[in-house]
């Protein structure tokens, strides 16, 4: 039975990807393991086909189309093979602000591509782009076409609300909700769209690499946040998962 939700994780980066599945499968946390590369698309549909709640996502990430936008065909052509996409998106920081013209041409193809499909998931980064990603979005991808998950989101409260009347859910982890002055910005997120996330191996628990069980100290973070129980905190993020799932 599903407890828990890990909407955004990184399964094929961890020492052992294969236990890294299982662990998150017996736990009964249901993840959304993203992919960076179409490449790595293969290996993670094989590895979470037999799993109860391990769900692999076809993604092109944004920080990587500088060197890898030639295989936003390969990415297409996998597309009909999954109903969950991630990660994609845009990225204006510094590092990567020289690719953005092409992020935002991948990103239109890729917004395009799912609409065309119908039915698909998207789990969406929108590092310092934020309004960009909801031009996009809002011209590309009606509601009804897809639905999008706003991974990490660090838009303003504007752009949040206007995520939301674009039909967009937001995945939250630990160390974002932790973050000092962020309060009122969380508080101000629809509570209907709201799910947790590690964004593991890249965030930690403690001293190690966080893992989608640890997305219980989201769920913490979360009801101190809110001002709920951590019981109610759980019932919440699980019903907008079902919520998500339905129409998707």
């Not at 204006?92 to 799912?114: E, I, M, N, T």
């Not at 838009?155 to 974002?176: I, P």
């Not at 509570?191 to 930690?204: A, H, M, N, Q």
Request: include cysteine; charge should be neutral.
């Amino acid at each position: 039975m599903t407890n828990l939700v890990d909407f955004h994780c990184h399964l094929d980066l961890y020492p052992d990807f294969e236990r890294a599945v299982d662990r998150s499968d017996q736990a009964g946390v249901f993840t959304l393991t993203v992919t960076t590369t179409p490449k790595a698309w293969r290996r993670n549909a094989e590895v979470t086909a037999s799993t109860k709640h391990v769900r692999a996502a076809l993604g092109l990430h944004p920080q990587l189309v500088g060197e890898r936008a030639g295989e936003i065909g390969l990415w297409e052509k996998l597309l009909p093979e999954t109903r969950y996409v991630g990660e994609v998106g845009l990225d204006a920081g510094p590092r990567y602000y020289a690719s953005f013209d092409a992020q935002k041409k991948v990103f239109a193809h890729v917004l395009q591509a799912c609409a065309d499909a119908g039915g698909k998931i998207l789990s969406v980064h929108s590092v310092r782009s934020a309004k960009a990603v909801l031009d996009m979005v809002e011209a590309h991808l009606p509601s009804d076409r897809g639905r999008i998950v706003l991974h990490w989101f660090t838009g303003s409260a504007s752009d949040a609300r206007r995520a939301a009347d674009l039909g967009c859910y937001f995945s939250v982890n630990e160390q974002m909700l932790e973050r000092e002055g962020k309060a009122a910005f969380i508080r101000s997120l629809p509570r209907d769209r709201l799910l947790t996330e590690t964004d593991g191996p890249f965030t930690k628990a403690g001293s190690r690499a966080a893992e989608p069980i640890d997305a219980g100290r989201a769920v913490r973070a979360l009801s101190r946040l809110l001002d709920i129980t951590e019981a109610n905190a759980a019932i919440m993020v699980l019903a907008n998962l079902r919520a998500l799932l339905a129409e998707g």
